[in-house]
């Protein structure tokens, strides 16, 4: 834990400048906006620690893969979301002496996040080695408006001299991954021009080859007034800057504007980069930075005005939850289905960017009750284009007739990850890919998504299931070897109760696909049975046959599901016995006593729990987390949220509350000592759940009915949250021992609270008393 970031409502704030400091801050400020991002770097020049960080979505690089000893089926390489020119750089010169954090003595610094409004603001005063003092606000954004760049103010007012204050503003693109296999640069220069006032500069990705034209355009004032000082250009290779110097007198303040975009091949022709991004930084500085930051704070409310959750009397978890609300809609707006959320959004390298099954099993739930519905169907979209590859991925591990495995890592459909007890055997991720289909269904009433995309990945996830498992003779039922569960310190198990369960849930969800698609878009499911040579019968019945003669676990003495076979041979130690210096094991211990221990990582047989809640009684779902939970070691950031849900759904309040200030203030307080690398995005949508779902109980099952059974924990005195469901929009607000539901949508809802059924009428509001 390093706490010391000040709690408030809707800013995060350090004071004082402490370099040890500096990577955790560099994540934690770090701005986005779902088509680009980057970590809370300087401006000026910076000597000390630092991890410079930019990113622009989607593109990527396939990086060589590197492993100790080379297995048949291993991908040829790990793709990253690559490092991108740096477009904030500002340097200062005060009478040719460099203004560097490092060198510099620093006073008053500060780093405010306006969650609000979404800008970042830095201000500090520094004493240069020649006793010379300048005091510095810097205040930038990415903008949500204009989502192909953002704009930087940048104001140096000297304290204590008269003279001259050189900036250079620069794009540089010479830029590395820190995590490089090889240590090899990804990018090339294409193209650039360097004039006074803006200036260009094109970047191809080697190998991929995307196309991003990075550009700056800026302004001077002086005391507010528009300054027109001589500009020097200069370039090298991947590198233009600009540069001018102001003369100054003691107490003026110069303020550098500076506008950038990056335009990505992605959505441009490769041949229009350079004028596409002009005509923005044309249409940008027009507007002026005033403007584009009102603009900014109009459009943050809007998004907060669906998705915030307000917590009174409890300022630490109100600015917790606002940090991750934040950050997920920083990473990712929904509109476009080729992108995806990566476990660090834009501000870290670790994971690269690509996708993980975080996504369907943690992303999901919360667009689907915060977002319009296409956000999630984009999601979903996304799997759909990558059906194909997915057969093919699992055609190389030797599965035939359509059966699809869904990578565990990607960026484009191909699998990259590349330990085999993951990239192999991690197969539940098939499980989630499907559960996100029928989620995204029961929330939205939309199985015409089944028609138009859904039943081919079900079908090709299902066949996958129907090859992977094999009938023992020994147990006289089908099992499942080999696999590794959610839980990654148990590899290479016979009969994962997770991975089983989903498995033929599969089955059972697929059949119900046919039935709806035969009953109401017949053509098309024809057209869809010809063109995947689905052969109904014979297939179906499989299904039916596995489903009924699976292996799943249960011991009886405990009354617990089995995790898989030789769960029970381990020794059984709780983590309350442990030595807390032993903690975290990842870092302590062996690979080997990790496997061999009974230790588990993440929600495993609660996952399941989790996501089939309906089917298992309370008495169950509590005798299951009451064995699991004391053997877990939560060492994976999405652990704590399933274990707050469930908590909740139990009645141990007091661990529910427990659970989700470690979620989510995680980053903020740094628990895993790990936020240096970048902020663990994809859980921070378990964050939310864990207030929704946890605390509020909100829940869909089956029938597609909302339901809610809200307590309020102890250090609150009420929440209020917004969700979406079936076309209406509620707003929820939970005090001690009662809910009000208003509806601010026409459309009607009925709504089970506390298991007693209430229709919210649009344009209306209801109070239900616990
Ligand atoms: C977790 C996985 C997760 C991955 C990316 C791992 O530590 O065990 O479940 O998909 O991180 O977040």
């Given at each position: 834990?390093?706490?010391?970031?000040?709690?408030?409502?809707?800013?995060?704030?350090?004071?004082?400048?402490?370099?040890?400091?500096?990577r955790?801050?560099?994540?934690?400020?770090?701005?986005?906006?779902?088509?680009?991002?980057?970590?809370?770097?300087f401006e000026?020049?910076?000597?000390?620690?630092?991890l410079?960080?930019?990113?622009?979505?989607g593109?990527?690089?396939?990086?060589?893969?590197?492993?100790g000893?080379?297995?048949?089926?291993y991908?040829?390489y790990?793709?990253?979301?690559?490092?991108?020119a740096?477009?904030?750089?500002?340097?200062?010169?005060?009478d040719?002496?460099?203004?560097?954090?490092?060198?510099?003595?620093?006073?008053?610094?500060?780093?405010?996040?306006?969650?609000?409004?979404g800008?970042?603001?830095?201000?500090?005063e520094?004493?240069?080695?020649?006793?010379?003092?300048?005091a510095?606000?810097?205040?930038?954004?990415?903008?949500?408006?204009?989502?192909?760049g953002?704009?930087?103010?940048?104001?140096?007012?000297?304290?204590n001299?008269?003279?001259?204050?050189?900036f250079?503003?620069?794009?540089?693109?010479?830029?590395?991954?820190e995590?490089?296999?090889?240590d090899?640069?990804?990018?090339?220069?294409?193209?650039?021009?360097?004039?006074?006032?803006?200036?260009?500069?094109?970047?191809?990705?080697?190998?991929?080859?995307?196309?991003?034209?990075?550009?700056?355009?800026w302004a001077?004032?002086?005391?507010?007034?528009?300054?027109?000082?001589?500009?020097?250009?200069?370039?090298?290779?991947?590198?233009?800057?600009?540069s001018?110097?102001?003369?100054?007198?003691?107490?003026?303040?110069?303020?550098?504007?500076?506008?950038?975009?990056?335009?990505?091949?992605?959505?441009?022709?490769?041949?229009?980069?350079?004028?596409k991004?002009?005509?923005?930084?044309?249409m940008v500085?027009d507007k002026?930075?005033?403007?584009?930051?009102?603009?900014?704070?109009e459009?943050?409310?809007?998004k907060?005005?669906?998705?915030?959750?307000?917590?009174?009397?409890?300022?630490?978890?109100?600015?917790?939850?606002?940090?991750?609300?934040?950050?997920?809609n920083?990473?990712?707006?929904?509109?476009?289905?080729?992108?995806?959320?990566?476990?660090?959004g834009?501000?870290?390298?670790?994971?690269?960017?690509v996708?993980?099954?975080?996504?369907?099993a943690?992303?999901?739930?919360?667009?689907?009750?915060t977002a319009?519905?296409?956000?999630?169907?984009?999601?979903l979209?996304?799997?759909h284009?990558?059906?194909?590859?997915?057969?093919?991925?699992?055609?190389?591990l030797?599965?035939?007739?359509?059966?699809?495995?869904?990578?565990?890592?990607?960026?484009?459909?191909?699998?990259?990850?590349?330990?085999?007890?993951?990239?192999?055997?991690?197969?539940?991720r098939?499980?989630?890919?499907?559960?996100a289909?029928y989620?995204?269904?029961?929330?939205?009433?939309?199985?015409?998504?089944?028609?138009?995309?859904?039943?081919?990945v079900?079908?090709?996830?299902?066949?996958?299931?129907?090859?992977?498992?094999?009938?023992?003779?020994?147990?006289?039922?089908?099992?499942?070897?080999g696999?590794?569960?959610?839980?990654?310190?148990?590899?290479?198990?016979?009969?994962?109760?997770?991975?089983?369960?989903?498995?033929?849930?599969?089955?059972?969800?697929?059949t119900?696909?046919?039935?709806?698609?035969?009953?109401?878009?017949?053509?098309?499911?024809?057209?869809?049975?010809?063109?995947?040579?689905?052969?109904?019968?014979?297939?179906?019945?499989?299904?039916?046959?596995?489903?009924?003669?699976?292996?799943?676990?249960?011991?009886?003495?405990?009354?617990?599901?089995?995790?898989a076979?030789?769960?029970?041979?381990?020794?059984?130690?709780?983590?309350k016995?442990?030595?807390?210096?032993?903690?975290p094991?990842?870092?302590?211990?062996?690979?080997?006593?990790?496997?061999?221990?009974?230790?588990?990582?993440?929600?495993?047989?609660?996952?399941?729990i989790?996501?089939?809640?309906?089917?298992?009684?309370?008495?169950?779902?509590?005798?299951?987390?009451?064995?699991?939970?004391?053997?877990?070691v939560?060492?994976?950031?999405?652990?704590?949220?399933?274990?707050?849900?469930?908590a909740?759904?139990?009645?141990?309040?007091?661990r529910?509350?427990?659970?989700?200030?470690?979620?989510?203030?995680?980053?903020?307080?740094?628990?895993?000592?790990?936020?240096?690398?970048?902020?663990?995005?994809?859980?921070m949508?378990?964050?939310?759940?864990?207030?929704?779902?946890g605390?509020?109980?909100?829940?869909?099952?089956?029938?597609g009915m909302?339901?809610?059974?809200?307590?309020?924990?102890?250090?609150?005195?009420?929440?209020?949250?917004?969700?979406?469901?079936?076309?209406?929009?509620?707003?929820?607000?939970?005090?001690?021992?009662?809910?009000?539901?208003?509806?601010?949508?026409d459309?009607?809802?009925?709504?089970?609270?506390?298991?007693q059924?209430?229709?919210?009428?649009?344009?209306?509001?209801?109070?239900?008393?616990?």
């Amino acid at each position: 834990m390093n706490e010391y970031i000040k709690h408030f409502d809707w800013n995060i704030v350090e004071e004082g400048f402490d370099p040890a400091n500096n990577r955790v801050s560099e994540s934690l400020f770090s701005l986005g906006n779902g088509r680009m991002g980057g970590r809370g770097n300087f401006e000026e020049k910076y000597s000390g620690d630092s991890l410079l960080g930019n990113y622009v979505a989607g593109v990527y690089y396939p990086d060589k893969t590197r492993v100790g000893w080379w297995k048949n089926g291993y991908p040829e390489y790990f793709a990253k979301v690559l490092n991108a020119a740096n477009w904030l750089g500002i340097h200062v010169q005060v009478d040719g002496e460099e203004l560097d954090l490092a060198t510099a003595k620093v006073a008053n610094f500060k780093r405010d996040l306006n969650m609000k409004e979404g800008f970042l603001k830095r201000t500090f005063e520094a004493t240069l080695p020649s006793g010379k003092q300048v005091a510095v606000t810097s205040t930038r954004f990415l903008s949500i408006v204009d989502d192909e760049g953002g704009a930087i103010r940048y104001e140096v007012k000297a304290l204590n001299f008269s003279g001259d204050i050189k900036f250079t503003a620069f794009v540089d693109g010479d830029i590395e991954n820190e995590d490089s296999n090889y240590d090899e640069k990804f990018w090339a220069e294409v193209a650039k021009e360097n004039t006074a006032g803006e200036a260009y500069l094109v970047n191809e990705t080697l190998k991929t080859g995307f196309h991003v034209a990075t550009g700056m355009k800026w302004a001077i004032t002086l005391n507010g007034e528009t300054q027109t000082p001589a500009i020097e250009v200069a370039s090298k290779e991947k590198y233009v800057e600009n540069s001018a110097v102001v003369a100054v007198k003691e107490g003026d303040v110069a303020t550098v504007f500076k506008y950038i975009t990056n335009i990505s091949s992605e959505n441009h022709p490769k041949t229009e980069l350079v004028s596409k991004a002009k005509a923005y930084l044309a249409m940008v500085s027009d507007k002026g930075f005033e403007q584009m930051l009102a603009e900014q704070a109009e459009a943050w409310a809007k998004k907060w005005e669906f998705s915030d959750i307000l917590i009174e009397g409890d300022t630490k978890a109100q600015q917790g939850i606002r940090f991750n609300i934040f950050n997920m809609n920083q990473t990712y707006t929904g509109e476009d289905a080729r992108l995806n959320i990566g476990p660090k959004g834009f501000t870290g390298e670790k994971y690269g960017g690509v996708t993980y099954w975080d996504t369907e099993a943690y992303c999901v739930p919360f667009y689907l009750m915060t977002a319009d519905p296409h956000v999630v169907k984009n999601l979903l979209i996304y799997r759909h284009n990558h059906l194909e590859k997915a057969i093919e991925n699992a055609a190389k591990l030797g599965f035939k007739d359509g059966a699809a495995l869904y990578p565990m890592v990607t960026m484009n459909g191909e699998e990259c990850h590349n330990e085999w007890e993951i990239t192999f055997e991690e197969i539940h991720r098939n499980g989630a890919i499907a559960f996100a289909i029928y989620n995204y269904i029961r929330h939205t009433g939309d199985d015409q998504y089944l028609a138009d995309y859904g039943f081919e990945v079900l079908l090709g996830i299902t066949r996958f299931w129907t090859q992977r498992v094999n009938w023992s003779v020994g147990l006289n039922k089908y099992v499942m070897l080999g696999v590794t569960g959610p839980n990654e310190f148990d590899n290479n198990v016979d009969n994962n109760w997770y991975t089983s369960y989903i498995a033929t849930w599969c089955m059972e969800y697929t059949t119900r696909a046919v039935e709806i698609l035969k009953e109401k878009y017949a053509d098309r499911y024809e057209a869809l049975v010809a063109k995947n040579n689905f052969k109904e019968e014979e297939e179906i019945s499989k299904w039916s046959d596995i489903r009924e003669k699976m292996y799943l676990g249960y011991d009886e003495e405990r009354g617990v599901f089995i995790q898989a076979d030789g769960f029970f041979n381990k020794e059984q130690i709780l983590v309350k016995d442990m030595d807390p210096a032993q903690l975290p094991i990842v870092h302590h211990w062996s690979w080997d006593r990790i496997l061999r221990s009974n230790f588990i990582k993440q929600a495993d047989v609660l996952q399941g729990i989790y996501l089939f809640e309906e089917r298992f009684s309370t008495e169950e779902i509590k005798r299951n987390y009451d064995f699991y939970e004391p053997r877990t070691v939560h060492e994976s950031s999405l652990s704590p949220c399933i274990h707050s849900i469930l908590a909740g759904k139990i009645g141990d309040e007091e661990r529910a509350y427990e659970f989700y200030l470690r979620t989510s203030r995680l980053d903020l307080d740094d628990y895993n000592a790990d936020t240096r690398d970048g902020l663990h995005i994809t859980s921070m949508a378990g964050t939310w759940m864990a207030v929704v779902e946890g605390f509020a109980g909100k829940r869909v099952y089956d029938d597609g009915m909302l339901r809610l059974a809200p307590f309020i924990p102890k250090e609150w005195g009420a929440y209020e949250f917004n969700i979406t469901h079936q076309g209406a929009l509620l707003q929820v607000r939970v005090t001690e021992g009662e809910v009000t539901i208003k509806n601010v949508s026409d459309v009607a809802l009925t709504v089970a609270v506390y298991d007693q059924e209430v229709t919210v009428a649009g344009k209306n509001e209801i109070t239900v008393q616990k």
